[in-house]
């Protein structure tokens, strides 16, 4: 997970990143947060958890939430 977010950042690629582990270091995910990590989920999480940050960091999940 942290290793294609580092990959996606040095390619130039900002696309909106959700990280989810049940082993992360704080130092793995405070390095992830520099490299513009968008959440991060720590096994075991709710879904609606996870449904509460795709809403929050991709706009279309958002807006598709609302027309339902």
Do not use: W, Y
Request: hydrophobic share 45%; aromatic share 8%; net charge positive.
């Amino acid at each position: 997970g942290i290793e294609l977010l580092f990959a996606l950042r040095f390619k130039g690629l900002d696309t909106p990143f959700i990280l989810m582990s049940g082993h992360a270091t704080p130092q793995e995910v405070a390095s992830a947060q520099g490299a513009r990590l968008s959440a991060f989920l720590s096994k075991p999480f709710a879904p609606q958890d996870l449904v509460r940050e795709l809403q929050r960091v991709c706009p279309a999940v958002q807006r598709a939430a609302n027309e339902h």
